[in-house]
């Protein structure tokens, strides 16, 4: 009896050491050995602490030094398409030291037509710090393609399963794959999983939300690429074609838009407009914190008969107006919301405002244009497989995640009237205003162009915000915003309706004295 009962106990603690053992931390370099239904480890290495990762746009600056971390690369049902083309959800994940994981995983987001797997750092809209840095596991993908001739490649969509990856399949995916992988190295699964992303990531979280309600705890949308389709006419044709009817002809009459306006004009057009709206906030300070509260009219600003200085011809202000109202068809149905007027909208550059059209080329394809049916192009322009139009949220918001979005006033690529138009429709569906502002909150960013840039306070820590709202239960009425267009200052970024109002004393450069109202 003594020997059965002592073999049953060598049994037991047996059957532990092999749990105990299965439960165990894995090496770095143990995870090539991950076996995963469809999933390739092509790499799993050590990098060390101080890794710098290089611009990964011109002007950017460069992301680190990052702490020592396991990166793990892979691709996710790698397979031939269209034409022989190889393709396959490329991802990769970086692990932080199993003694600095918060315990937490965070997602970034994409931009343009994706097709490059970034640096899996969590940089963007996490503050001083990228998210590795601050104990996240953090994961990135190209999306299911490789891109060939840059960001805006879109050729990967010949093939239909590439497409379908694009468009909504492939963050779900790779966020599974990298749970899992995550689960083996630290032997636990992470307690809150975050998506962040701008642009097209924007989109992509919309997405999420959507479609995958309960993947992300958290999710951060920026200047999210809702309607493509629907923005590239109004910014790619309307705007053009407004602008052309009132531009300066070539010797061949042909329009030249980049001279719709010239310098003088485009100042005497911001100095009257912030002359209007600046100061509504209670400071002059070069930017406009309420541009829904903003009530210029560029009439004011027309010549009258017999003047030709300071004024703009009313042939070009009356263009001005119809452009940024936004396009309408032959019945006066909207299309697509108008755009603000904003201190950003005379900005030049890659992405230039939407006064200064032309300057770079970007828009050269449609200069030429007079005439647009709008009806047949926004018939053309809607695609259901890459839109975030559902606002059905009562799976998302009923089990506690949280959704915040932000975007640029200035943004000359997608109008923030319409994810804010997106945001407020959000009412209706789910028990109204109040009910939603219960789980999701809306930021507009005086001045930013898209994603960044522009006279404008850029930097900001959407992360911190949208952790503690899931963490903490503490919804963000307000984030701390600085920028490298106003050194040493700081303004509250409010949640939507609130603008940030100076307070009436104290320091105009400093977010303490600004209130949310």
Not at 42 to 47: G, N, P, R, S
Not at 122 to 134: H, I, W
Not at 375 to 388: F, G, M, N, Q, T
Not at 425 to 432: H, P, Q
Request: net charge negative; glycine share 12%; charged share 20%.
């Amino acid at each position: 009896m003594k020997e059965s009962r002592f073999l049953i106990l060598l049994a037991a603690a047996a059957c532990s050491a092999v749990i105990a053992l299965g439960q165990s931390p894995s090496t770095c370099s143990s995870l090539t050995g991950v076996k995963l239904e469809g999933v390739e480890i092509t790499k799993a290495e050590l990098e060390p602490a101080g890794t710098t990762v290089p611009p990964p746009y011109p002007g950017a600056p460069s992301i680190g030094p990052l702490p020592a971390h396991c990166r793990v690369d892979g691709v996710i049902n790698r397979r031939k398409g269209v034409d022989g083309q190889e393709f396959g959800i490329g991802f990769a994940l970086a692990l932080p030291d199993p003694g600095a994981w918060n315990h937490d995983f965070m997602m970034q987001g994409g931009g343009g037509g994706n097709g490059i797997v970034a640096y899996p750092a969590g940089a963007n809209y996490s503050g001083d710090k990228p998210a590795l840095s601050r104990g996240f596991a953090v994961a990135s993908t190209d999306t299911g393609h490789k891109a060939k001739t840059g960001a805006f490649d879109f050729s990967f969509m010949r093939d239909q399963q590439a497409y379908l990856d694009f468009a909504f399949l492939a963050n779900a995916e790779v966020a599974g794959v990298a749970k899992k992988i995550i689960d083996r190295y630290y032997a636990k699964p992470p307690a809150y999983s975050y998506f962040v992303g701008c642009s097209t990531g924007g989109r992509e979280g919309m997405i999420l939300s959507q479609r995958y309600p309960t993947v992300f705890n958290g999710i951060v949308s920026g200047d999210p690429a809702m309607r493509t389709g629907l923005s590239n006419l109004a910014i790619a044709q309307w705007f053009p074609v407004a602008y052309n009817s009132a531009s300066p002809k070539d010797s061949s009459g042909k329009p030249q838009i980049d001279k719709f306006l010239s310098g003088d004009e485009r100042k005497l057009f911001m100095n009257s407009l912030m002359k209007q709206c600046d100061a509504k906030d209670g400071i002059a300070d070069g930017m406009i914190s309420d541009p829904l509260g903003c009530d210029f009219d560029p009439a004011a600003i027309a010549c009258k008969p017999g003047q030709n200085e300071d004024c703009i011809a009313p042939e070009k202000i009356a263009a001005i107006k119809k452009a940024f109202a936004g396009p309408k068809n032959a019945y006066g149905t909207q299309v697509y919301p108008g755009f603000l007027y904003d201190a950003g909208i005379t900005a030049e550059g890659f992405a230039p405002g939407l006064l200064a059209l032309g300057k770079n080329g970007l828009f050269g394809p449609y200069t030429t244009a007079t005439e647009l049916d709008v009806d047949k192009a926004a018939l053309h322009a809607s695609d259901p497989l890459v839109e975030p139009a559902s606002t059905n949220m009562s799976t998302f918001s009923a089990s506690g995640r949280k959704l915040i979005f932000f975007h640029g006033d200035s943004d000359p690529w997608f109008s923030p009237l319409d994810t804010l138009g997106y945001y407020k429709s959000l009412a209706e569906t789910n028990g109204g205003a109040d009910k939603v502002a219960e789980w999701s909150r809306m930021f507009l960013v005086p001045g930013m162009a898209h994603c960044g840039g522009g006279p404008s306070l850029d930097h900001f820590d959407m992360l911190s915000a949208v952790v503690d709202w899931v963490e903490k239960g503490t919804a963000p009425q307000s984030v701390i915003a600085t920028g490298k267009a106003f050194p040493d200052r700081s303004r509250p970024l409010c949640a939507y309706p609130s603008h940030a109002q100076y307070s009436g004393s104290g320091d105009t450069q400093d977010a303490n004295n600004f209130q949310c109202k």
